[in-house]
C-alpha cells in the first residue's frame, strides 16, 4: 500500500541555517505530493504541493520537488527564521476520489536564534 | 475557500463520560470530511472520512463514532472515554488531489 517515510526529529538548527527534510513515499500510480506545517497547538496548514513528476512546489521560501525517480519530496528553505519552528508533514495522496491523504510521521524543527 | 470550525478547543472529561466533538465546514458545499487523531508527539491517525451525508467509513476499530447529519456537520462521539482517547482531535475536509483544510483542533484529555 501506500506509504511516507521523512527523517526522524527533532531538528534543531541556528537561525539563517540551510534546512533539508528528507521524505520519501511508496505508491502506485501518480500520488499527489504535500507538505503540511503545524505550529504549535494549531491544526495544519497546507504549506506546499506538486501533483505530478517534476513539478516543484513552494511557498514562504519552502521548496520541494517530485522526483519520481528517486520517489522522493524533500523539503528545503534557504535561509530558515525562528518562526519556522513547528512540526512538518509530508503527506501523499492515491488517484481515486476515495482514497486518503496518507501523512508521514512528522518532523519538529526548533530554530535557534 | 473553506474554513473548518471545531469546538471545543479544549476539553477535559472523566473516564467514562460521553463525548461529542463538533466540526461544521464554510465555504463548500458536498466535502469530504474527516476526523484525524494526533497523540502527544506522534503523527496522525485517521480515524473516520465520510462522502456524503449518513456515509461514515471507519479506518480503526475504536470507541469511538462519526456521524454525518447534515452535508457541513460531522460529529465525533463516545459513549464512554477511555483514558486512551486522550489527544488532539483534528476535523479536515477537502479533496485528495488538492490537498485538506484542517480545522484549529479539539485536545481532549480523559482523566
Known amino acids: 500500500g501506500n506509504s511516507v517515510t521523512q527523517m526522524e526529529g527533532p531538528v534543531t538548527l541556528s537561525e539563517e541555517a540551510f534546512l533539508t527534510i528528507n521524505c520519501t513515499y511508496t505508491?502506485?500510480?501518480?500520488?499527489?505530493l504535500f507538505w503540511y506545517v503545524q505550529y504549535p497547538g494549531e491544526g495544519l496548514q497546507l504549506l506546499l504541493k506538486?501533483?505530478?513528476?517534476?513539478d516543484k512546489g513552494s511557498n514562504k521560501g519552502f521548496e520541494a520537488t517530485y522526483r519520481k525517480e528517486t520517489t522522493s519530496f524533500h523539503l528545503e528553505k534557504g535561509s530558515v527564521q525562528v518562526s519556522d519552528s513547528a512540526v512538518y508533514f509530508c503527506?501523499?495522496?492515491?488517484?481515486?476520489?476515495?482514497?486518503?491523504?496518507?501523512f508521514g510521521s512528522g518532523t519538529r524543527l526548533s530554530i535557534r536564534p | 475557500s473553506q474554513t473548518i470550525h471545531q469546538w471545543p478547543a479544549t476539553l477535559v472529561q472523566p473516564v467514562g463520560s460521553p463525548l461529542s466533538l463538533e466540526c461544521t465546514v464554510e465555504?463548500?458545499?458536498?466535502?469530504?470530511l474527516y476526523w484525524y487523531r494526533q497523540a502527544a508527539g506522534r503523527g496522525l491517525q485517521l480515524l473516520f472520512y465520510?462522502?456524503?451525508?449518513?456515509?461514515i467509513s471507519s479506518e480503526v476499530p475504536q470507541n469511538l463514532s462519526a456521524s454525518r447529519p447534515q452535508d457541513r456537520q460531522f460529529i465525533l462521539s463516545s459513549k464512554k472515554l477511555l483514558l486512551s482517547d486522550s489527544g488532539f482531535y483534528l476535523c479536515?475536509?477537502?479533496?485528495?488531489?488538492?490537498?485538506?483544510?484542517f480545522g484549529s483542533g479539539t485536545r481532549l484529555t480523559v482523566v
Open positions: 479536515a475536509s477537502g479533496q485528495v488531489n488538492y490537498g485538506y483544510t
Open positions: 465555504g463548500t458545499s458536498n466535502p469530504n
Open positions: 465520510s462522502v456524503g451525508i449518513g456515509q
Open positions: 506538486a501533483t505530478k513528476a517534476d
Open positions: 503527506a501523499l495522496s492515491g488517484y481515486s476520489s476515495a482514497s486518503k491523504i496518507i
Open positions: 505508491a502506485t500510480g501518480y500520488p499527489s
